[in-house]
């Protein structure tokens, strides 16, 4: 299995990014799949998660109604649309996948962590200035 991120980059406080995870080798079934990110000098921290099967979705408060995550079943990718982007934004952000099966109320609930996912992407650059 392998996640790769792409749609990182530089932009001003106000602007908007959108990044995509491509997954191969995985197969989606009662999964959950997540956007985590890692700001400079603090541990990685959760952001998003969506869970497969009926497109739920949970999102941590400081990003609520700025970010948008969602999924391509056919194009196996994972999207992260982030809108009114913040200086506080700035971080490397990571996909995540789960093996599955997944309870839905565990995954649209938040209740995961780093942990919870076997699959990682190699995380892309989010700057925002």
């Known amino acids: 299995v392998q996640l790769v991120e792409s749609g990182g980059g530089s932009v001003q406080a106000g602007g908007s990014l959108t990044l995509s995870c491509v997954a191969s080798?995985?197969?989606?079934?009662?999964?959950?799949l997540a956007w985590f990110r890692q700001a400079p000098g603090e541990e990685r921290k959760k952001a998003a998660g969506?869970?497969?099967?009926?497109?739920?979705?949970y999102y941590i408060d400081p990003v609520k109604g700025r970010f948008t995550i969602s999924i391509n079943k056919a194009e196996n990718t994972v999207t992260l649309h982030m809108n009114s982007l913040e200086p506080e934004d700035t971080a490397v952000y990571y996909c995540?996948?789960?093996?599955?099966?997944?309870?839905?109320?565990?995954?649209?609930?938040?209740?995961?962590?780093?942990?919870?996912?076997?699959?990682w992407g190699q995380g892309t650059q989010v700057t925002v200035s």
């Open positions: 080798g995985y197969t989606y079934g009662d999964n959950c």
């Open positions: 969506i869970y497969k099967p009926d497109g739920t979705t």
């Open positions: 995540a996948a789960d093996r599955g099966p997944t309870v839905g109320h565990y995954c649209r609930g938040g209740f995961w962590g780093e942990a919870h996912f076997a699959y």
